[in-house]
Nanobody, 120 residues
Framework: VQLVESGGGLVQPGGSLRLSCAAS????????MGWYRQAPGKQRDLVAT???????NYADSVKGRFTISRDNAKKTVYLQMNSLKPEDTAVYYCDANITLLGSWQGTHYWGKGTQVTVSS
């Protein structure tokens, strides 16, 4: 199984970015998916999660600015980030709880991360 993130980059404060994370491999089903971020010298923190049914959860720091969504047919989760601030600068990681073909329980997988830098 692979999770591949894309969409990171450099953006000015107040700008927007859209991150994508596509899952591939011998997948039976994808349960919860989410985005986490890690700034230099800090721990990895939750940004947003979404269940297979579409229920969402956000960190307080991003509520009203970020939107998580998913396309189950494409096995992809998105993070629309608006009104970006310098403190949003971090490496953003995708996480997914995936049940493999022939398995009966899910396992968490991580992507390698994509850098988001918010600076003027």
């Amino acid at each position: 199984v692979q999770l591949v993130e894309s969409g990171g980059g450099l953006v000015q404060p107040g700008g927007s970015l859209r991150l994508s994370c596509a899952a591939s491999g011998s997948i039976f089903s994808i349960n919860g998916m989410g985005w986490y971020r890690q700034a230099p010298g800090k721990q990895r923190d939750l940004v947003a999660t979404i269940t297979s049914g579409g229920s969402t959860n956000y960190a307080d720091s991003v509520k009203g600015r970020f939107t998580i969504s998913r396309d189950n047919a494409k096995k992809t989760v998105y993070l629309q980030m608006n009104s970006l601030k310098p403190e949003d600068t971090a490496v953003y990681y995708c996480d997914a709880n995936i049940t493999l073909l022939g398995s009966w329980q899910g396992t968490h997988y991580w992507g390698k991360g994509t850098q988001v830098t918010v600076s003027s």
